[in-house]
């Protein structure tokens, strides 16, 4: 997994822009993140990861997951624990090449949303998993991944 020029990747050099690209490989390949404190969350019920990327293959599925922990104001920067490992089922790619895809992380049980509190930094790490249920031959490009609040 590393920093690439989206033009790379697509046909026209239109819109340049830093992508993450996740080869095609047998191992999870992962990349590090975090939120900015998060507001009053005050009449919000939900929340969940989403992931925007595209490949230039149309066949074979996808495999990813997000692995999370919140941390408040006045706990460590440097968590040993995380609250929720949230991994998808496998997914076909798109049927057209360099089509955006979007990808919801949403909690099996309860909602990502009880993990959270206004001001907690959010810390974790979003992977394509590089097991048997991936199957896209290529690499898959990484636009973006937000945790998205209602």
């Known amino acids: 997994m590393y920093p690439e020029v989206s033009d790379v990747g697509l046909t026209n ?6 992508v ?3 080869k095609d490989t047998a191992n999870l390949e992962e990349l590090g993140f ?3 404190p998060l507001p009053d969350l005050t009449g919000l019920t939900t929340a969940k990861f ?12 996808h495999h990813w997951q997000v692995v999370y922990k919140a941390v408040a104001a006045a706990e460590s920067a440097d968590p040993s624990t995380d609250d929720d490992t949230l ?4 997914d076909g790619v798109p049927g057209t090449a360099r089509d955006m895809d979007t990808l919801d992380f949403t909690a099996a049980t309860g909602d990502v949303i009880d993990d959270l509190a206004a001001g ?3 810390f974790g790490k979003l992977g394509r998993r590089g097991d048997g249920s991936d199957t896209a031959a290529a690499t ?3 636009e973006s991944l937000h ?4």
């Open 50 to 61: 989403v992931l925007r990327f595209w490949t230039t293959v149309t066949s074979g599925n």
């Open 140 to 142: 898959l490009y990484v």
């Open 120 to 122: 907690d930094n959010v």
């Open 13 to 18: 050099d239109r819109h340049p822009r830093i």
């Open 87 to 90: 991994q998808p089922a496998a």
């Open 147 to 150: 945790l998205e609040l209602s």
């Open 34 to 36: 975090r939120t900015h």
């Open 20 to 22: 993450w690209a996740f």
